[in-house]
């Protein structure tokens, strides 16, 4: 069985920092690409960040130069730092893995249980 656990989020003035962590355990054999979405209500999930088992990020545009997504492989963990928030970074943030599990033939998603960013004075 595969886990993602994360951590980090919180309430924030506007102008603050955050960092979220998402660790994935159990039976890994590799893994692949790692990547941060967020949920408000009202609107679908979207992609806020994402970075390759190579290293090689991507973001969305409003988020680009005060966010980054950085990897510890050998703790299996993703990183979301975030400065300079905003009021519309409030959000569910979901960490989203792909890796392959032992025994298992194929990569697959695996998804964090969320953790809620709330950027308000």
């Known amino acids: 069985q595969v886990q993602l656990v994360e951590s980090g989020g919180g309430l924030v003035q506007p102008g603050g920092s955050l960092r979220l962590s998402c660790a994935a355990s159990?039976?890994?054999?590799?893994?692949?690409?790692m990547g941060w979405y967020r949920r408000t209500p009202g609107k679908q999930r979207e992609l806020v960040a994402t970075?390759?088992?190579?290293?090689?990020?991507d973001y969305t545009d409003s988020v680009k130069g005060r966010f980054t997504i950085f990897r510890d492989n050998a703790k299996n963990t993703v990183y979301l730092q975030m400065n300079s928030l905003k009021p519309e970074d409030t959000a569910v943030y979901y960490c989203?893995?792909?890796?392959?599990?032992?025994?298992?033939?194929?990569?697959?998603?695996?998804w964090g249980q969320g953790t809620q960013v709330t950027v308000s004075s």
């Open positions: 989203k893995t792909r890796l392959k599990a032992a025994h298992v033939l194929y990569e697959w998603d695996y």
């Open positions: 159990g039976s890994i054999f590799s893994i692949n690409s």
């Open positions: 970075i390759t088992s190579g290293g090689t990020t």
